[in-house]
Structure formats: C-alpha cells, structure tokens
C-alpha cells in the first residue's frame, strides 16, 4: 500500500460533540481517545466494554473519519446494531454507511460483488445447516460410502467435521486424529467427500456459511486488486470479542490491516473458553508480537459485582500463566463473602440450592436475578428433580432440558418398551434408529409385531416376551436393516434378563453398550459428551427402585416442563440453570455453581495439558463473574462413580484451593444448616 494511502494521525484541535472525558473512566477514556496504529484493549468482565466501543466509533468519526471507512466486526448482528444505533444517538447523525455486522454478514456483502472472480455468481445462495447437510449427503451416496459397512458418520457430523477444519485452518486428517480417532482410519474417505462437495457447491453456485469466511479470504490472498482496495477502503478496523476469534477470523483481520495497521481489538484473554468450537486463544495472546508496535490497554473497573466477588475473581485467574495480568476493581460497595458450601451428596447439593432459592424469594429477591452454573448439564439432574418436587420454576438456558434431549429420550424408549411392550411410540422411536427404516416401514413393523403377540397364548410365560416378538417378525425387515434387527432383538432379550430387568441403571448401560453407543458416533459430532450425559442418566437412576418409578419421575418431569414453556399467565418468575458456557455474557445478582469437584469442573478431559487446564480455570472465572451481590460455591463429597463400582470420596476443585479461606465464608452441611 502506497504512503499516501496511510491515514494521517488524528488532527487537532477537534470541537468535539462528546466530552469523553466526564463520561468514561480514565481507563475507557485511553482506550477510547488513542492514537491511530493497532491497539489491544483487554476489557475485563463488567468493565464497560460496549460503552468502550461504542465511543471509539463516535470518536473516530468526531476525527473526520468517514462512517463508510470504519468496519465494525462482532459475532452478532445485534450487538453491531445496538452499538450503531448508540453512536447515532450520541451524534444525532446517520452512520447507515458505516460497514458494522458478523464476519459472515460482512464476508458476504463482499463476495456479493466479487464472486465471478472464485467461479461463483454473484447471485449465489447460501446453503443453511439442513442444505449443507443434503448436498454432504449426496457427496457420500455419488463416492458410493456404505455408512453401515465402513462406520462413517452420517452427513451432519460429518459437515461439523468440514466446518471445524476450514475455521481452525486445519486439514481434515489433523482434526480427525485430534478430535475424532475413531474416525481416522477414514481419514482417506473424508478426502473425497470433501473434495466433491467443493466441486457440486461450485458447480451448483452455492456456498455453505463457512464459505463466506473462507472465500472472502481466498479472494483477497488470491486478488491484489480487490485486496488493496478494501485495505484502502478499511481506514480503521474494530473487533469485538477477539478472544473468541478463530484462525480464519484472525487471517482475515490482519490481512485487511496489513497497510495502516489501524486495528482495534477489544476482549478480555480471561473469558477465551471457546476452544471446543475453534476459537484460537493465541489470537488475543499473541496479538502484541503480530503487532509489534501496539499498545496495550485495560479497562478494569468493574461495574458489576461487589468487591467481595471480585477479591475472589481476581485470585482465581491469577494462577494462569498465560495472560494479561490485570486486577478488576470494584466500583460497587462492599457486600457479603462468597460462601463455599460443603454438601453430603449430589441431593443434598440440589436441596440446600432449593431452600436457599426460596429463602432469597422470601428476601424480596427476584427469582429471574438467580442462577445455577454448572460445568456440564448432567450436573444439575439431581438439581432438576428436586426444584420440580418443590414446585420451583426454572428455566434452562438451553432450550432444551435435559430430560428432553433427543438422546436422553432415545435410551429412555429401551426402558419404556420393556416396561410396556404395548408402547406404540417407544417401539416406532427405537425402530427408526436402524439403518434403512423410516416412518412408513416402522408402522409395517409395529402392525407386524402386534399381530405376532396378539397370536401368542395371553397366559405364555415366557420370559422374553419383546425379543421373541422382534424374532418372529425379523422376515419383515427390509434386508438393510436385518443386521441392525438381530442386535437390536439381542439387546431387548438382554434388557428382559431378570438380572437387568429391576434396574434401570443397568438397563440404560446395557443399551449404551450393546446398541447406541455406535449410533451416537456416527450420528453426533459431541459423541463423547452425549455418552457422558447417558452415564450419568445411569449413576441418576439408581435412585430409583424400578425402572417403572425412574420413568414415571421422568414423565412428571417433562410434562412440567413441556408446562414450564408456555407464557405463563401470572408468576412469570423462574430461576434459571445454566453451563457457565451458555451463561457467558449474562449476570445475575445470586449465582450458585454447583459441583465444584475435580474431575467435573475441571472437567478431567481437559487435564491433560496446561492449555487444558487454563481454559478450565478461564470458564471457572467467567462463571464467578456472572455474579453481582451474592455468590455459593458447592460441592459434595461423595458421588457415585461407575468405574469405581459405587459410590466414590470427590476432591473439591483444585480451583477452590486457589482462593484463600479468608476470602469466603464456610458452610459444612453435614454438621452446620445456614439456612436453618
């Protein structure tokens, strides 16, 4: 890029509209008022950093720049628009010019206008999950993959294998042995879909959404002239939430500020927990070395928790190696300590929660300002089952409760047809999960079977009822699906055993084991969380002394839930359960976090290396800074672990060693009922 494409510094004097100096801190004020050249702000939780951005923009154009040279790149279409229409009010102006959106919005208004130039038209379409999903699906029946003989993952996992790859840079091979083993003698295989679904999305004119980034990348790499005429165009990039930036995105940024170097980018290094999904921490960490002349600003007081959560905030995060060292400081007055509360058991953990959420109702608190953290779902299944016993509303951050998770409701089927072979839709669902049966043939099948039991003598002993009947009707089964039938009767006849039959604990592992485990391979890209789930469905059900009382308890469950979504009329109030993923972003005057053992949170998958464990302690300080006035640390000391054989003495976290005792108060309930 020519000199006299490079922006001048900043002229002065400016008779500004805004007096940025009454209204940000000294801190947001730097950041906000600095000099043209890359910049580094590391905004910690609660610090103000919307405000900080919001400013920067109305303040770069107070400079003269104009709206239409600014790019404004955040993950959400909301959040650019919300700091847009903020910058307008602060100016009284239209700024409808200035380039602000997702990564993917922006990638495609550019490839709008230069598609021709990659082979595609401009008007091409945008395939959506479930196109994405066909067009893969195709590629695998024209490379004449049988799913079934070779164990490849159906199309959907397979297109979040693809996308993984192209955001993290990547090839497909590396992401396998990485990520997914199991797959990687198909390494070969993934090879060629791949390379046909490049060739038909090109052929067809359409691109996936990864294609948006992954285009408008090649189009600049490949095309010096459209390259330097958005680094011309671009006089100052902004990027909202770098921490969550991926390789892709990072490539993209620096390759569009390669010129003037005029890149702001704002985050916080202690909230990077998206590594699961491709998000690069060495993005935010390394930024400084990229840029070597780039100057480093935090934003550290915090608006939004006592100083008693943050003392403890602050001593959570310091043991991470790497970081941006920084200390949030409070602008709240003091509050009450943080309490950690030791329980029994996974059930004393979600009864003391419950006492104390209707203690806080008691207090005048509302119930929509309280939260339940957790590392995994499965955590808070006690949790879920004893707010419904005592008629607590709550509400799941992830649309789905656990209970109605598809592969929750899979492994239940195994269970409700054994326990009542009459059960039409039980019988359809597990059916429907063998290769080559859809609805129609499932109907067949279950008029099939019907008749074959309605023919047996009514007072027959037998002590397989389910499995004799899929026997009898195994010549009905489209030959696709003959092998699939023989184990699927082999597992009902396991199920029916008497030593199986009394525990639904047992029953839901012999299912996992002799059937669906394979299934949730091919079928979902989080196999191994999905299993987890479904083990701890098993350690939950030993509760229960038959598997006729464990769905039962199920049912009430669900259907309270199915309850649960509809507007309520009148109390509209509900506690809401979380992953500290889901609750990133989000704050709550109370926030328990439950199950603070080792092993769970940390997650004992994520130990095995010390970028593994930092992430862990990252999502551990997001979750401590979700809250404003009151915050629980729980956990119990005993839970039953199935490769222990029962139950089993949990260590607390290591991360709750790391904050020092006179930071929090102590609440035994073994010996010690706080809330009396």
Request: with cysteine; proline share 4%; hydrophobic share 40%.
């Amino acid at each position: 890029m020519s000199p006299d494409h490079v922006p001048q510094p900043f002229r002065s004097p400016v008779n500004f509209q805004i007096d940025y100096a009454s209204e940000l801190n000294p801190q947001q004020h730097s950041a906000v008022t600095a000099p043209p050249g890359p910049a580094l702000v590391i905004a910690g939780a609660g610090a103000g950093k919307t405000r900080t951005l919001t400013y920067r923009v109305a303040f770069l154009l107070e400079q003269g720049i104009p709206a239409d040279r600014i790019l404004l790149l955040t993950f959400t279409n909301k959040a650019a628009g919300e700091m847009m229409r903020r910058v307008a009010d602060l100016l009284g102006g239209d700024i409808s010019s200035l380039w602000g959106g997702t990564f993917h919005s922006i990638g495609n208004r550019i490839l709008r206008r230069h598609a021709d130039l990659l082979g595609y038209p401009r008007g091409f379409t945008i395939l959506d999950r479930e196109d994405a999903k066909d067009l893969i699906a195709d590629c695998l029946d024209e490379a004449e993959i049988d799913l079934k003989a070779s164990g490849f993952p159906k199309a959907d996992v397979v297109a979040d294998i693809f996308s993984l790859a192209v955001n993290t840079e990547k090839a497909v091979a590396r992401i396998l042995e990485e990520r997914y083993d199991y797959f990687s003698p198909l390494a070969p295989q993934f090879g060629e879909v791949q390379r046909r679904y490049a060739e038909r999305k090109r052929a067809t004119g359409v691109m996936d959404f990864d294609d948006l980034l992954v285009l408008w990348l090649k189009l600049l790499q490949e095309h010096a002239e459209v390259r330097e005429r958005y680094q011309r165009r671009f006089q100052f990039i902004l990027v909202d939430e770098y921490q969550d930036t991926n390789k892709l995105q990072s490539d993209l940024i620096d390759l569009l500020a390669a010129g003037h170097h005029n890149v702001m980018v704002v985050g916080d290094d202690s909230q990077s927990i998206y590594s699961w999904r491709g998000a690069n921490f060495q993005n935010i960490h390394q930024f400084p070395e990229r840029y070597p002349e780039a100057k480093v600003y935090k934003i550290e007081t915090n608006y939004r928790s006592t100083p008693e959560i943050l003392l403890v905030a602050n001593a959570a995060i310091a043991a991470n190696v790497h970081q941006f060292g920084k200390q949030l400081t409070p602008a709240r007055k003091s509050g009450v300590k943080p309490v950690l509360v030791t329980c029994g058991d996974a059930s004393e953990q979600a009864a003391f929660v419950a006492r104390r959420v209707l203690e806080l109702r008691d207090e005048g608190v509302n119930l929509n300002d309280v939260a339940v953290l957790y590392r995994a779902h499965f955590h808070a299944l006690e949790l879920q089952l004893e707010l419904t016993r005592r008629n607590i509303p709550f509400s799941i951050t992830s649309g789905i409760r656990f209970f109605e998770q598809t592969h929750i409701k899979d492994v239940a089927a195994y269970l409700k047809l054994v326990c009542n072979p009459r059960d039409e839709l039980a019988f359809k669902r597990l059916a429907k999960l063998l290769p080559g049966i859809g609805g129609r043939s499932a109907d067949k099948l279950w008029a099939a079977c019907n008749a074959e039991r309605g023919t047996r003598n009514a007072e027959s002993k037998s002590k397989n009822p389910i499995a004799e009947t899929l026997q009898s009707c195994a010549g009905r089964v489209p030959k696709k699906a003959a092998t699939a039938w023989a184990q699927f009767t082999a597992t009902m006849a396991q199920l029916e055993a008497a030593s199986v039959r009394g525990s639904a604990a047992k029953m839901i592992r012999l299912a996992l084991e002799a059937d669906y485990e394979a299934y949730l391979q091919a079928h979902y890209a989080n196999y191994r969380s999905r299993y987890e789930d479904l083990e701890q469905l098993a350690n939950f059900a030993r509760q229960f002394s038959n598997p006729e009382e464990f769905l039962t308890q199920l049912a009430l469950l669900t259907n309270l839930e199915a309850e649960d979504d509809r507007p309520a009329a009148t109390d509209t109030e509900q506690i809401r359960l979380s992953t500290v993923h889901q609750a990133k972003g989000l704050e709550f005057a109370v926030v328990f976090i439950i199950m603070l053992c080792d092993g769970l949170f940390p997650a004992a998958r994520s130990l095995g290396t010390l970028e593994g464990e930092e992430e862990e302690r990252r999502l551990f300080y997001v979750a401590l800074t979700r809250a404003k006035s009151e915050l629980y640390l729980s956990y119990p000391l005993v839970r039953f672990t199935q490769g222990r054989g029962g139950d089993a003495a949990q260590q607390p976290s290591r991360f709750l060693d790391e904050i020092p005792a006179e930071l929090r108060d102590e609440w035994n309930l073994l010996s010690f009922n706080p809330c009396g």
